[in-house]
């Protein structure tokens, strides 16, 4: 079959490679791809949002099957047009990627379907967010209610910062329209947990748990970026937990999204905070995380379109989803200065280093060919190295050894990735 993955960072790499070892596929595109994804599928020239040309070049190449990775053209409506067209697609509708597309839309959500989740308020008034926060508790947490590539929630110590934080989401509308509501939520302490999840619009498959590391610097330190490193899967990810959230969470949030007329299908990624009150959803995303494609995908034993193509048919239900008993850690290789500036267009050497070494990956989130076919530069997250290993230590340590075989002119990463791993007994 041929298949096309509609994308351009890591987790479309890391999805392509997972695509490229079932034995049904004969033929993957990538629109628009980058230089990693070029070395397993034809990239062409068209991007996530040209849902014209991407529906006109899967007819083109009669396309099997076409799997969307980014949150963009979800949130746009991208699966609706290549359905309306007749073609199979991987990804929730427009009326159910409104999960990821607006936070107001899923905290009111789990406040209807009693899902656990922080305390929050919506408003669309900038006065009005200042006098509910002249009366708040303090840290609290504002969040511009739309995509802002996972950018658009600040953490505010007091009222000045807040006050700060409502002008810069809704009035200077740093993250654009996505400011036009903001959430207020109440600012919650514990350990983070990502869980990825397939769903067919009933039925729901855990993933292996996974843990991002958000801050630009060690320690925790810096800005918030997409994410600068991942490990999976995590340790603090226990059994009781795990029991708890298919118990009050998982199933509950696709029940929910059914009963309002918005069946999901395909990957629901549940951000987790592990409170002294037990699991609760810090956010939901409508797809693969990045990075946390880039540790849990490498894992995964099932055939990918298998999967995929069940959560289409409504057949999930009958897929035995697996994962190897080992672990994943991925370190993200960045431009120096991200995510604030940073210069693109150095040469990246080294990434032979990576061909034919099993367990050890390197994702391509940020490259491109420059004119002389050389690979370079071409964001603030570049590269995202990846190792497996028995124990999460040893992925740890390969991982970090790993990162030391490929080099460009301003690399930068942190140092600290999975390191919470050493407190576990």
């Not at 994308?7 to 034995?23: D, F, L, N, Q, Y």
């Not at 230089?35 to 991007?47: F, H, K, Q, R, S």
């Not at 919650?188 to 990502?194: N, P, Q």
């Not at 672990?327 to 080294?350: H, N, Q, R, T």
Request: charged share 25%.
């Amino acid at each position: 079959m041929k298949v096309l993955v509609v994308g351009s960072g890591g987790r479309e790499h890391a999805i392509v490679t997972s695509v490229a070892k079932s034995p049904r596929v004969d033929k993957i595109y990538c629109a628009p791809g980058n230089a990693g994804i070029a070395a397993l599928a034809e990239c062409v020239p068209i991007g996530a949002m040209e849902f014209d040309k991407l529906v006109a070049f899967a007819k083109e190449k009669e396309i099997d099957f076409t799997i969307i990775g980014m949150d963009d053209p979800l949130v746009g409506g991208i699966v609706d047009v290549f359905e309306a067209e007749g073609l199979r697609v991987f990804g929730p509708k427009k009326n159910a990627a409104i999960l990821e597309g607006s936070k107001a839309f899923s905290k009111d959500l789990m406040k209807k379907y009693n899902i656990p989740t922080a305390a929050y308020e919506n408003f669309t008034d900038p006065k009005a967010a200042i006098a509910y926060l002249e009366q708040a508790k303090f840290p609290i947490v504002l969040k511009a209610d739309g995509l802002a590539l996972g950018k658009g929630v600040l953490i505010c110590e007091n009222l000045d910062e807040a006050k700060a934080g409502v002008k810069e989401i809704m009035e200077d509308k740093k993250f654009g329209a996505s400011g036009n509501t903001m959430v207020i939520e109440e600012f919650m302490t514990g350990r983070e947990v990502s869980v990825l999840s397939f769903v067919d619009g009933k039925t729901i498959k855990i993933m292996s748990s996974a843990q991002d590391h958000k801050r630009a610097k060690d320690g925790d330190q810096g800005l918030n970026t997409g994410g600068m490193g991942n490990f999976s899967p995590s340790p603090f990810y226990t059994e009781e937990v795990d029991d708890f959230c298919k118990k009050y969470i998982y199933q509950a949030t696709v029940d929910a999204m059914a009963k309002e007329g918005r069946p999901f299908t395909g990957v629901i990624f549940f951000g987790l905070m592990l409170t002294e009150d037990g699991p609760k959803v810090l956010e939901y995303n409508a797809r693969f995380g990045d990075p946390e494609a880039q540790v849990v995908l490498p894992r995964m034993k099932n055939d990918i379109i298998d999967v995929m193509e069940a959560c289409v048919d409504g057949k999930l239900d009958t897929v035995d989803l697996q994962f190897e008993d080992n672990a994943a850690v991925c370190v993200v290789l960045a431009s120096d200065g991200y995510p604030v500036s940073y210069e693109k267009g150095f040469e990246i050497k080294g990434l032979e280093n990576f061909d034919g070494k099993d367990g050890y990956y390197c994702f391509h989130a940020g490259t491109k060919f420059d004119e002389n076919g050389k690979i370079v530069t071409n964001g603030g997250r570049v590269l995202g190295v990846t190792a497996k290993g028995a124990t999460l230590k040893e992925a740890r340590a390969n991982a970090y050894a790993a990162t030391e075989w490929v080099d460009f002119a301003n690399k930068y990463m942190r140092h600290d990735i999975g390191k919470a791993i050493d407190e576990v007994k």
